[in-house]
């Protein structure tokens, strides 16, 4: 029973704490879907870290030095205790976002989270010296359960009730109580270890039965290919709908879940069952990518359980397979750190060689293509007491031979994306592309794509390259409070009174065709490659002149550093339109980044929010934003006009300018609100927020 409790104990501890921490710092690194993944990629090398010292510790000291020594070591990963992130590792830049992440984490929870990450294997090794009689693997079912428990609880009751502070403290003293639950389970080794039979140790130095070359180097593909399924289902989603915990947790608990089937018991995973539902979902993934690419018509629940229940029957199949060919224990530290290890190099795969090999997330189909190929590796090698010869060879084929299939569909799949692209970039904020459409023509155009969300475009007309397009048309939210703040109301009477506008994410650069010579137009963005493209093949930049200021970062962060530095810009409008495909950019509309907004806008500026999304109503969180800060507030819906290049968008208007709102000329714009607006209280903060109230019911 202690050991069972202490491995549910460090699992629950393991896994509450990374969407934790990577909501805590998601941002300071400008709300990245990347942020997730680097994160992941963190843990699974503290994991691998854990499983090695583990192993280390078994294999090269006696019972009793295993107690001393690790109960020692976690007295003293004590000293480490809170692990609040303190706010002066708080980037100044995101110019390097991957290694500041990952230097962030390790010098806040790198040692604790290393110490929980090796109880498991150590503690199951020290079962199997105990209870010689049984099999010390149910215990990893046990910890898979607690990492479940662990995962699930915090969206659903710690995130909605706890402060990020408030959640950092609790986790600390967790982790005090782990360790008291530790130290009573190695004592209960200590005492009894004297009593181990002459049996047992000559056992233990047997070293017939061998385990080969070949299993381990599959334990190792096979594990890193459900990280890489894992990361890059991940990561395809929330690059477009939203970078919160809860689209991390249900693929990781799915992935979780796929552990404690694997390897509770031989009975859950059965071949004849899994692998044709595997061949089925590989097929549901690429209808979904060649044939409805752009998922039009499909609601985000049924896009989540396709893709999920995809990743989720693949990733059972690699475990299921992995775990066939598992070693008796006394090879069990060994069998973890292959499997850890295989993690970590699926991280790195998806982290740092993907986005240098593809332009696209092509390791999202390729991780299934690469599923059917080794799971029909381990099948061949490993086809079953009972099972006739040729079954194993003929499923082998099969499921070759479909490899190849899909594997052309992914070449398809690329040239369909390629399709009227000039030039394609990737980077740790996702894909960008730059489409030409109707060349040739009069409507001739470019747009930008962040994932497949448009990000604006321009006419190639000498004339109508001009116009005000895409989100920003001069009847959108945004569009009016250019055209009629006080201060554009003066230079049309010929007072030479310019404007002093702020944009929080550039796209293609569009509002600057407001920007007139009197005007001083300053963008913030994020991401280089955004700059990058909208100034190569986007006018409207350029045309602007000098009156234009690219500023390159995080415009939070830069806003904030602003204001410690040089006070208040004074802006007469700053907008906010810094999302990346539909996903929301959480740090940009809490409390504290209002506050931010308001102070630096003149007296009578106006704040627009830029809300138009496909799965998420942020209509109610603006709309009490306006009463925290007592100000004036409008909402404003413009509709599409193709000709023009126009898309439907919703703005809302925040503004202590009493004279602005009640302009007749604005006024006739309004658009109503919601029902109901005013009964959803959800108001976000730095140390708070909930996604899961404004899901929209679709």
């Not at 004036?632 to 968008?649: E, P, Q, T, W, Y």
Request: charged share 15%.
């Amino acid at each position: 029973m202690k050991f069972a409790i202490t491995t549910f104990i460090s699992a629950f501890l393991l896994f509450q704490v990374q969407p934790m921490l990577a909501k805590y710092i998601l941002p300071w690194f400008g709300g990245s879907p990347t942020v997730w993944s680097t994160c992941m990629l963190f843990f699974q090398f503290g994991l691998l870290i854990g499983y090695s010292y583990a192993h280390i510790l078994s294999k090269f000291f006696d019972s009793k030095k295993q107690v001393i020594i690790h109960f020692t070591i976690l007295i003293i990963s004590l000293l480490l205790m809170p692990i609040t992130p303190s706010e002066s590792l708080k980037p100044d830049s995101v110019s390097s976002p991957i290694w500041d992440i990952i230097i962030l984490l390790g010098s806040t929870v790198g040692f604790p989270y290393v110490m929980v990450s090796s109880t498991g294997p150590l503690l199951q090794h020290w079962f199997s010296k105990k209870f010689t009689d049984k099999s010390p693997y149910r215990l990893y079912a046990l910890s898979n359960l607690g990492s479940l428990l662990g995962l699930l609880s915090y969206p659903f009751l710690f995130e909605p009730n706890f402060g990020l502070y408030s959640q950092t403290i609790g986790w600390s003293i967790g982790y005090g109580v782990f360790i008291l639950f530790c130290g009573w389970s190695g004592i209960e080794l200590y005492k009894t270890v004297q009593n181990v039979s002459e049996k047992i140790k000559l056992e233990t130095k047997d070293n017939s039965n061998p385990i080969g070359f070949i299993k381990p180097i599959l334990w190792l593909c096979l594990s890193a290919i459900g990280s890489i399924l894992l990361l890059a289902t991940t990561n395809f989603v929330c690059q477009d709908v939203a970078v919160i915990p809860f689209l991390w947790i249900v693929p990781l608990a799915l992935y979780l879940i796929t552990f404690i089937i694997a390897f509770d018991s031989p009975r859950w995973y059965i071949r004849w069952i899994w692998m044709p539902l595997l061949f089925v979902a590989v097929c549901g993934v690429f209808y979904l990518l060649v044939e409805k690419p752009e998922f039009e018509g499909t609601k985000i629940v049924e896009l989540l359980v396709m893709y999920f229940g995809a990743m989720f029957v693949a990733t059972l199949v690699c475990h299921g397979e992995m775990v066939r060919l598992k070693p008796s224990s006394k090879h069990l530290t060994f069998f973890y750190i292959m499997v850890s290890l295989g993690g970590a190099l699926g991280g790195c795969f998806v982290t740092f060689v993907a986005p240098e090999l593809f332009v696209g997330f092509w390791e999202f189909p390729i991780a299934f293509v690469l599923t059917l190929i080794f799971s029909a590796i381990a099948f061949i090698l490993s086809p079953g007491a009972k099972t006739p010869k040729w079954i194993p060879y003929t499923v082998g084929a099969i499921m070759f031979t479909s490899a190849m299939y899909f594997n052309y569909h992914i070449l398809h799949f690329v040239s369909d994306f390629k399709d009227n692209v000039l030039e394609s970039r990737r980077n740790f904020y996702g894909v960008l592309r730059v489409l030409e459409t109707d060349k040739g023509s009069p409507s001739h155009y470019y747009k930008l794509y962040h994932g497949r969300i448009n990000h604006g475009m321009q006419f190639r007309d000498s004339v109508s390259q001009q116009w005000s397009t895409s989100y920003f048309s001069p009847h959108s939210g945004i569009g009016i409070a250019l055209r009629m703040h006080h201060k554009k109301e003066k230079q049309k009477a010929g007072i030479n009174e310019g404007m002093n506008v702020g944009m929080i994410g550039m796209g293609t650069g569009t509002v600057a065709t407001y920007c007139t010579p009197l005007d001083k137009h300053t963008y913030y963005e994020i991401n280089p490659e955004v700059d990058y493209l909208a100034k190569k093949y986007f006018t409207y930049l350029s045309n602007a002149g000098d009156n234009v200021n690219v500023v390159l970062g995080d415009g939070r962060i830069e806003l904030e550093r602003a204001f410690r530095t040089s006070g208040s810009k004074k802006f007469d409008v700053l907008a906010v339109d810094a999302f990346s495909g539909d996903a929301i950019p959480i740090h940009l509309l809490t409390k504290e980044a209002f506050q931010l907004y308001f102070n630096h806008l003149n007296e009578d500026g106006i704040l627009a929010i830029h809300i138009s999304n496909l799965y998420f109503e942020l209509e109610p969180l603006v709309y009490n934003m306006a009463g925290v800060f007592q100000t004036h507030i409008a909402k404003f819906k413009n509709k599409k006009d193709r000709s023009l290049g126009i898309k439907s968008a919703t703005w809302i208007l925040l503004t202590k300018n009493r004279a602005f709102m009640e302009h007749p000329r604005v006024k006739k714009h309004f658009a109503e609100w919601d029902e109901g607006v005013g009964t959803n209280p959800v108001i976000w903060t730095d140390d708070y927020s909930d996604v899961i109230t404004l899901l929209k019911k679709i």
